[in-house]
């Protein structure tokens, strides 16, 4: 079966109207499926599907014990990558995971939960980081999303150099990505 995610977001870009399957809204019982729509269901036809501009609307990073990453998006998004900078020990890239969709493209909650190593200088992609909670000060980072044609839709920066994003920090995974990072928003 095809993923309803990605031909309802295929719609909105070219701006069809659309009303969902009755089998998408019940499951037999004669009651509407809560796993499809985590959100308030709508009542009779679906709500309209969310036809603007792909954008963050919240960022978080926040140290306990471990990292955990978050970012909310108005409208749904394909891929997203955090990536994290210290002036000194380099750079990581992690990707953020969708959590939870709201109902026809309208949001997204996307989030990262990472380990902290106890090997100085090492990290392993989307699990562990080099950086513990004592680092947070000198950390940077920057949030980059894509839209349903893995093009780049918003950017996100903060931290201790935001506005170094896309110039002196522009390096990930070894490769310069000014032309993306350089348009990143300072929150």
Same mark, same amino acid.
């Given at each position: 079966?095809?993923?309803?995610?990605?031909?309802?977001?295929?719609?909105?870009?070219?701006?069809?109207?659309?009303?969902?399957?009755?089998?998408?809204?019940?499951?037999?019982?004669?009651?509407?499926?809560?796993?499809?729509?985590?959100?308030?269901?709508?009542?009779?036809?679906?709500?309209?599907?969310?036809?603007?501009?792909?954008?963050?609307?919240? !960022? =978080?990073?926040?140290?306990?014990?471990? /990292?955990?990453?978050?970012? *909310? %998006?108005?409208?749904? &998004? +394909?891929?997203?990558?955090?990536?994290?900078?210290?002036?000194?020990?380099?750079?990581?890239?992690?990707?953020?995971?969708? !959590? =939870?969709?709201?109902?026809?493209?309208? /949001?997204?909650?996307?989030? *990262? %939960?990472?380990?902290? &190593? +106890?090997?100085?200088?090492?990290?392993?992609?989307?699990?562990?980081?080099?950086?513990?909670?004592?680092?947070?000060?000198? !950390?940077?980072?920057?949030?980059?999303?894509?839209?349903?044609?893995?093009?780049?839709?918003?950017?996100?920066?903060?931290?201790?150099?935001?506005?170094?994003?896309?110039?002196?920090?522009?390096?990930?995974?070894?490769?310069?990505?000014?032309?993306?990072?350089?348009?990143?928003?300072?929150?």
């Amino acid at each position: 079966m095809p993923n309803l995610r990605v031909i309802v977001a295929s719609l909105a870009l070219v701006g069809c109207e659309f009303y969902a399957h009755p089998d998408l809204l019940d499951t037999g019982s004669g009651s509407p499926d809560t796993t499809i729509f985590p959100d308030e269901l709508p009542t009779g036809p679906l709500g309209e599907p969310y036809l603007g501009p792909l954008v963050i609307t919240y !960022l =978080e990073a926040d140290c306990s014990n471990g /990292w955990s990453l978050e970012a *909310r %998006t108005a409208g749904w &998004t +394909t891929r997203a990558t955090v990536d994290i900078w210290e002036e000194t020990s380099g750079h990581e890239a992690h990707t953020l995971a969708t !959590l =939870e969709s709201g109902p026809w493209g309208h /949001w997204d909650r996307l989030v *990262r %939960t990472l380990r902290i &190593t +106890t090997n100085p200088g090492s990290w392993e992609r989307d699990v562990v980081t080099q950086w513990s909670c004592e680092d947070t000060r000198d !950390l940077t980072f920057a949030v980059r999303i894509y839209d349903a044609t893995d093009t780049l839709a918003d950017c996100g920066a903060w931290g201790d150099k935001p506005d170094q994003v896309g110039s002196t920090l522009q390096q990930v995974d070894g490769v310069a990505r000014s032309e993306e990072l350089s348009g990143c928003t300072t929150w």
